[in-house]
């Protein structure tokens, strides 16, 4: 294992981006604030059985809404404009931005798409280049796709992936030619609809939450096919692609989810478009649960050619989706190596073969397993979207060897009522298995006492709270082989603080690309949800309330200040970075994942024996 530079805070301090104080007061309200509260006006005569959401009054209530509320909760509003500005963007300006949007639909007079005013308001999210700030339509907005999956790959070019296995079949009885020579995995697609295809993944990306530019990009790729926002205006799509050397253009149908009809929204773009849900929808839709394995590659797959990721173990989550893959594969040389693929932290328990255990506990016996076999880890992170922050916590201890120790993470929260009332119902434990004598200000009692404090004090934030070292289990003794830890832009939320506890600690060689840098958190408890909705139900929006961070290797001391917290602790718009850069390529989509394995096998070849004679 490489050695760690090892940097006291205040150097780090010295480095980071300046910021102004993070509890200064705060800016004052943007002008029109008030309008939220005021009356709408009529309906303009042209709005006549329109709907709700065709007067300009209404939207703009919506939105003025939605401003109040990211004002009053969001953890990054007085932070966001210095971190976009240290990663490279624009000064940005949160709350000009949100009165832009209520001013935005104040001026539409007459909307007869609510898709439309819902397009706008994904993009006024979008703005804040956040992950976590995720906008859903209540009565659900249609999702429409093509039976086909595209990726971007590591030479900026994009390239089918995979496709519905049952496509061919559907579009020859719906009278269409089979297109399936010209989509076979590899094939690289130039235009979509004539607009060239960076063009169009630019204009998607536009409208999707994202902490970094290549998470955007990965989402917006994904929905040049597959979307439930910029819906088409006709019921197919035409894509031009290379293939045995010619430019040539199939035209595919887009199909609507199962049970789009049954909603307006849904039942308004069906009579618009001609878009249809029955038949070829139905076989298309295998697309959503996966591809065709013999010939392509799903985002969600493995390093692994079928026939061996078949020997893997595929537990599922509390939604019933595949959230692990655990097994035993042979490595370099043909030595044996644990293989863990972990998709989702967001369940309580993994189940498989009709037994449900808790996380936790499942992962603990395969890491023990392996540990007594001597075999080293592959921990692939790359599809990871996130999920519970003690799940995090417990695998950086579980990867530690017996004896060491390791920084732990941070927390910082909003010293607003929402989150007193949240840790006094809740009063969740962050992580991590105190020192003895030593009392972490991540206790319950002592997060509520931060959160009192600061509002006592009129701070906008509590000081950090922050993990002690972590340390392995006496009791499990520890996980001694190498681990290589995969990780892309899809790995976000409590997936990069997992990395970046592994980086920090020097625990664990990081290969692929950066994470997202989504640092949000959303505390909420029962009664209490992070995702606010409007107060007629037209519109809801995850709204992050806390901020997560990781300790540098040296630690961060026994305390630190929100202002030492959000210059170099905080993960938003910090992509926690690999040790070793690799990125998807064509090869990997015809050939199962080939580039990864060589990668991961040469990191482990590359690094010291850690933790055992």
């Known amino acids: 294992m490489r050695p760690v530079l090892l940097l006291p805070l205040a150097a780090l301090l010295a480095l980071a981006s300046p910021l102004p104080a993070a509890n200064a007061s705060a800016a004052a309200p943007a002008p029109g604030s008030a309008a939220c509260e005021a009356a709408p006006a009529?309906?303009?005569?042209?709005?006549?059985?329109?709907?709700?959401?065709?007067?300009?009054?209404?939207?703009?209530?919506?939105?003025?809404?939605l401003r109040q509320a990211i004002e009053a909760r969001y953890v990054f509003l007085t932070t966001k404009p210095y971190t976009l500005a240290a990663a490279g963007r624009p000064a940005f300006d949160p709350r000009a931005h949100l009165e832009a949007c209520v001013e935005g639909e104040r001026a539409v007079a007459v909307e007869r798409d609510p898709l439309r005013f819902y397009d706008r308001m994904r993009r006024c999210v979008a703005g804040f280049e956040d992950g976590h700030l995720l906008l859903r339509v209540p009565s659900g907005a249609p999702q429409v796709a093509l039976g086909v999956g595209l990726r971007l790959a590591s030479d900026g070019r994009v390239y089918v992936a995979s496709r519905s296995p049952a496509l061919g079949q559907a579009l020859a009885s719906a009278g269409f030619d089979d297109p399936g020579a010209l989509l076979a995995p590899g094939t690289r697609v130039v235009a979509i609809d004539g607009r060239p295809v960076r063009e169009a993944i630019d204009v998607l990306a536009a409208h999707l939450p994202g902490s970094s530019a290549a998470a955007r990009d990965e989402r917006a790729v994904d929905a040049l096919t597959r979307r439930d926002f910029l819906h088409p205006d006709r019921a197919t799509a035409a894509l031009t692609v290379i293939a045995r050397g010619a430019r040539r253009t199939v035209r595919l149908p887009w199909w609507a989810s199962p049970g789009a009809e049954r909603g307006a929204l849904g039942r308004a773009l069906l009579a618009r478009t001609g878009i249809r849900t029955a038949g070829l929808g139905e076989a298309a839709a295998a697309l959503v649960d996966g591809g065709d394995p013999a010939g392509g590659a799903r985002r969600t797959d493995s390093i692994f050619a079928p026939e061996e990721a078949a020997a893997l173990r595929t537990y599922t989550g509390d939604g019933g989706g595949p959230a692990?893959?655990?097994?035993?594969?042979?490595?370099?040389?043909?030595?044996?190596v644990c293989y863990a693929q972990l998709l989702s932290l967001h369940t309580e328990a993994l189940s498989a073969d009709g037994e449900r255990r808790p996380f936790t506990e499942v992962l603990g016996e395969f890491l023990r397993a392996c540990d007594a076999r001597g075999a080293d880890l592959v921990l692939d992170l790359r599809q990871n979207g996130g999920g519970y922050l003690s799940h995090s916590t417990a695998l950086a201890r579980m990867l530690l060897p017996a004896g060491a120790s390791s920084p732990g993470g941070a927390l910082v929260l909003r010293a607003?009522?929402?989150?007193?009332?949240?840790?006094r119902e809740r009063a969740p434990m962050l992580g991590g298995a105190p020192a003895v004598g030593f009392r972490s200000r991540s206790e319950p009692e002592r997060v509520l006492?931060?959160?009192r404090g600061a509002r006592k004090a009129g701070d906008d934030f509590t000081p950090a709270l922050l993990e002690p070292p972590l340390r392995p289990d006496p009791a499990e003794g520890g996980f001694g082989g190498r681990v290589v830890a995969l990780t892309s832009p899809s790995c976000m939320s409590a997936c990069e603080r997992l990395a970046?506890?592994?980086?920090?600690?020097?625990?664990?060689?990081?290969?692929g690309g950066p994470t997202e840098g989504a640092g949000g958190s959303q505390q909420e408890a029962k009664g209490l949800a992070a995702r606010w909705t409007d107060s007629r139900g037209r519109l809801s929006v995850s709204i992050p309330n806390a901020a997560m961070g990781v300790q540098p290797p040296g630690?961060?001391?026994?305390?630190?200040?929100?202002?030492?917290?959000?210059?170099a602790l905080a993960l938003e718009n910090r992509p926690v970075e690999p040790d070793r850069r690799y990125a998807t390529t064509r090869a990997d989509l015809v050939e199962h994942g080939r580039g990864w394995r060589e990668q991961a096998w040469a990191a482990l070849e590359h690094e010291r024996p850690l933790g055992r004679p």
Not at 416 to 423: K, R
């Open 324 to 336: 692990a893959r655990l097994g035993e594969v042979p490595g370099p040389a043909g030595q044996p």
């Open 555 to 567: 630690g961060a001391g026994e305390q630190a200040s929100a202002d030492d917290f959000f210059a």
């Open 500 to 511: 970046g506890l592994l980086r920090g600690g020097g625990r664990a060689v990081l290969v």
């Open 416 to 423: 607003t009522e929402f989150n007193e009332g949240v840790y």
């Open 42 to 65: 009529p309906a303009p005569a042209a709005c006549d059985g329109e709907g709700p959401l065709c007067p300009a009054a209404e939207r703009a209530r919506i939105a003025c809404e």
């Open 449 to 451: 006492e931060s959160i």
